[in-house]
C-alpha cells in the first residue's frame, strides 16, 4: 500500500486534484452554446439538487458566466497540473500548501455563495468535491 503521506503520492494526488478541478472547465464552455449547453445544463441541474430541469441555459448573460467559469476552472486545473511537474520537487511543502489554500479558498466562497443564491444542495456536493481534491494533501509529506 502506497505511503500516503510520502512525497511521491503527493506528487501523484495533485494530478487527481488538477484532473477534478480542471475537469468542470469543459463541461462550462460547452454551456456558451446553446447547441452544446446541455453537459453544463444537467451538472447545474445536479448541483442544485433536486434534478428538476429548472437551470436554463437560454440567457446570453448565463451562457457568458458559463464561458468565464469555464476558463477560469481549465486554468486553475492546469496551473495546479504544472506545480506538480515543475515545482513541486523543488518546494513540495509550499506547493502542497499554496493547492490547499486554494481548494479551500474555492470552497468556502462557492459554499456560502451556493447557500446564500438559495442552492443550499451544493455545499454538500463541494463537501464531496473538497475530500477528493485535498485528500491526503491535508498532511505535510515525508520522504
Known amino acids: 500500500m502506497a505511503n500516503l503521506t510520502s ?12 484532473i477534478v478541478v ?9 454551456g456558451t452554446m446553446l447547441a452544446t449547453s446541455e453537459p453544463a445544463r444537467w ?18 448573460t448565463t451562457r457568458f458566466l458559463s464561458a468565464l467559469t469555464g476558463g477560469f476552472l481549465f486554468g486553475w486545473g492546469v496551473t495546479i ?5 515543475w515545482v513541486y520537487d523543488k518546494a513540495p511543502e509550499e506547493v502542497r500548501k499554496t493547492v ?8 468556502f466562497l462557492d459554499t456560502a455563495g451556493s447557500i446564500a443564491s438559495g442552492n443550499g444542495s451544493n455545499a454538500f456536493f463541494n463537501i464531496l468535491v473538497l475530500l477528493i481534491a485535498v485528500g491526503p494533501l491535508w498532511r505535510s509529506a515525508h520522504n
Open 7 to 18: 512525497q511521491s503520492f503527493h506528487k501523484f494526488w495533485l494530478k487527481i486534484t488538477a
Open 22 to 30: 480542471g475537469s468542470f472547465g469543459p463541461i462550462f464552455f460547452l
Open 43 to 60: 451538472t447545474l441541474d445536479l448541483l442544485s439538487f433536486p434534478l428538476d430541469g429548472a437551470q436554463s441555459y437560454e440567457a446570453a
Open 81 to 85: 497540473w504544472c506545480l506538480q511537474v
Open 100 to 107: 490547499l489554500i486554494g481548494v479551500l479558498s474555492w470552497f
